[in-house]
């Protein structure tokens, strides 16, 4: 083999210098390119400490390798649930359910990262959800967090959103999932309730019959007035008649006459009754 052959020339090894020139520059443009996604923001550190008031929005952003790091947090709507054993008013145990809609304030995510880091809901959202339904639950009894909901719902809305924000935290809404209580309580809300149907569908009852009542009176009333006019009518008829007789002694003939209904009577013996008509004097 000559030793020509095993020489590199000059510009082979300028070559081969190029080609690593080429890969670390790729390296570097890689390691130093930070894409931050639709509804993230990115957390700009210098050797690991935030960097102040630089908040990166979406977009491909370029760092010193080494040097600098991005941390990503999401600022879109996020949901969490939680559970919540709290004592009532009257000291009865609730189990809260509820569901909290939230997202982190894209102004300050920095802030955010750097007093809490990515864990926030452990540290701060959840010992928040405690302490606020434990503190709103508290101003209640146990029936009132069933028929005041939306009131006990709006309460610990507003003492979460005044919690959080100061942290860079944003509620949006909340929703109560549920109350559990134990299950005498239960049962004893389940009695209160047939009780309360019992006695309204008494009082439905009652009043009904009461109207009943009334309109069997009023009938009644209608059927005695009805009979004082119809007697009152009779009198007034004989009372007319018996002036009509002091009158004129042949009204009564009149009278039996307007009552004939033609016929005459069947009687034996051939004889034919005769029927008397009053008969008016001729003046001379």
């Known amino acids: 083999m000559n030793n020509n052959d095993i020489q590199w020339t000059k ?3 300028g070559k ?7 890969i670390f520059a790729i390296i570097v443009l890689y390691m130093s390119a930070y894409i931050i996604q639709a509804g993230e923001r990115g957390v700009l550190m210098d050797f690991g400490k935030v960097r102040d008031n630089t908040v990166l929005s979406p977009g491909i952003h370029f760092v010193i390798p080494f040097y600098n790091t991005i941390a990503r947090l999401d600022v879109q709507t996020q949901v969490y649930e939680s559970e919540t054993m709290a004592a009532s008013k009257d000291l009865q145990d609730a189990k809260t359910k509820i569901a909290l809609n939230y997202h982190i304030d894209s102004n300050v995510v920095n802030v955010l990262y750097r007093d809490i880091g990515m864990d926030y809901q452990t540290r701060i959202i959840i010992p928040a959800i405690h ?11 146990a029936d009132e967090l069933i028929t005041q909901r939306e009131t006990v719902k709006d309460l610990i809305q507003s003492g979460l959103y005044e919690r959080l924000s100061s942290r ?9 999932t549920n109350f559990e209580f134990s299950q005498q309580f239960s049962q004893a809300i389940e009695q209160k309730v047939t009780a309360q149907q019992n006695a309204l569908k008494a009082e439905n009852d009652l009043k009904r019959i009461e109207i009943e009542a009334r309109q069997k009176v009023a009938t009644a009333e209608g059927d005695k007035q009805a ?10 008829e004989i009372e007319i008649i018996q002036r009509q007789l002091q009158t004129s002694p042949t009204y009564i003939q009149y009278l039996a006459t307007r009552q004939w209904d033609g016929k005459l009577p069947q009687v034996t013996g051939g004889a034919i009754p005769l ?3 009053p008969i008016s004097k ?3």
């Not at 860079?168 to 109560?176: H, K, P, R």
């Not at 009979?227 to 007034?236: P, R, V, W, Y």
Request: charged residues 20%; aromatic residues 4%.
């Open 227 to 236: 009979t004082i006019l119809s007697a009152e009518g009779k009198a007034k």
């Open 275 to 277: 029927v008397q008509l």
């Open 11 to 13: 510009s082979d090894t």
């Open 282 to 284: 001729v003046e001379s």
């Open 16 to 22: 081969v210098l190029l080609f690593l020139i080429a």
């Open 168 to 176: 860079g935290i944003i509620v949006e809404q909340i929703s109560i």
């Open 131 to 141: 302490e606020v339904v434990k503190a709103s639950t508290a101003k209640y009894n």
